[in-house]
């Protein structure tokens, strides 16, 4: 068989260029407004950033459906998991303590073992504080009324709803590094990052914050936003 011939025969080469799979963060979200908050930032930064959103339906299930999706979620090609809770369950409902720290002893647990680091972050009480931070004008008024007045949204519903609310917690002067930043400067209780505790028992028992400000934020790590 000639040249010509075989190549008629066998047609191109059906070799492909190797895919190469990237590597992404896994952020999983309990609230809403939180998915649309980091959807947008994958998307207005696609290429730069891989993230994949896992949202969590809390309702009925709580802190305990957070653990069973992290539990079941996999490590491969994933760089590290961030792990978003409102704290708020924790202060109203006394069966969520218990539930609260078994999550928290998951994420130690993986933290000395694994090599994805898990980063449980917990926003005290709840996502509107932490959206109020990005301002530099926020000084620790009511988070609901301040995000309607400073933001301009009819309620505090449209806030929740509006899929662009990225955007809007990072212009006009706000920002996520505003928001960093302040909560840096805060105390940070427990940790669940890998060497803070050479222990390798379970942590002990979280009672919740030592503190009688209504607003102040708690971070399980050191790293927010």
Same mark, same amino acid.
């Given at each position: 068989?000639?040249?010509?011939?075989?190549?008629?025969?066998?047609?191109?080469?059906?070799?492909?260029?190797?895919?190469?799979?990237?590597?992404?963060?896994?952020?999983?979200?309990?609230?809403?407004?939180?998915?649309?908050?980091?959807?947008?930032?994958?998307?207005?930064?696609?290429?730069?950033?891989?993230?994949? @959103?896992?949202?969590?339906?809390?309702?009925?299930?709580?802190?305990?459906?957070?653990?069973?999706?992290?539990?079941?979620?996999?490590?491969?090609?994933?760089?590290?998991?961030?792990?978003?809770?409102?704290?708020?369950?924790?202060?109203?409902?006394?069966?969520?303590?218990?539930?609260?720290?078994?999550?928290?002893?998951?994420?130690?647990?993986?933290?000395?073992?694994?090599?994805?680091?898990?980063?449980?972050?917990?926003?005290?009480?709840?996502?509107?504080?932490?959206?109020?931070?990005?301002?530099?004008?926020?000084?620790?008024?009511?988070?609901?009324?301040?995000?309607?007045?400073?933001?301009?949204?009819?309620? @505090?519903?449209?806030?929740?709803?509006?899929?662009?609310?990225?955007?809007?917690?990072?212009?006009?002067?706000?920002?996520?590094?505003?928001?960093?930043?302040?909560?840096?400067?805060?105390?940070?209780?427990?940790?669940?990052?890998?060497?803070?505790?050479?222990?390798?028992?379970?942590?002990?028992?979280?009672?919740?914050?030592?503190?009688?400000?209504?607003?102040?934020?708690?971070?399980?790590?050191?790293?927010?936003?």
């Amino acid at each position: 068989m000639s040249s010509i011939e075989k190549d008629c025969w066998e047609g191109p080469s059906l070799s492909r260029p190797r895919r190469t799979l990237q590597k992404k963060f896994l952020i999983f979200c309990e609230g809403r407004t939180e998915c649309r908050y980091f959807d947008e930032l994958r998307r207005l930064r696609r290429g730069e950033l891989a993230i994949k @959103i896992e949202p969590v339906d809390v309702t009925g299930g709580g802190y305990t459906a957070v653990l069973d999706k992290l539990r079941k979620s996999s490590d491969s090609n994933c760089l590290a998991k961030f792990v978003l809770v409102d704290l708020d369950r924790f202060q109203k409902i006394p069966q969520e303590r218990e539930n609260f720290q078994k999550l928290l002893d998951f994420c130690q647990t993986r933290n000395r073992t694994a090599r994805i680091p898990h980063f449980l972050i917990v926003q005290n009480p709840d996502f509107e504080y932490v959206a109020c931070v990005h301002s530099p004008d926020y000084h620790g008024s009511e988070p609901a009324r301040f995000l309607v007045d400073q933001l301009g949204y009819p309620s @505090i519903a449209d806030f929740k709803a509006d899929p662009h609310v990225y955007s809007v917690l990072n212009r006009d002067g706000r920002s996520c590094q505003i928001a960093a930043d302040t909560l840096r400067r805060q105390s940070c209780y427990i940790t669940t990052l890998p060497n803070r505790q050479p222990s390798t028992s379970k942590s002990p028992p979280f009672t919740g914050i030592p503190t009688p400000k209504p607003v102040k934020a708690l971070t399980c790590t050191n790293c927010l936003i």
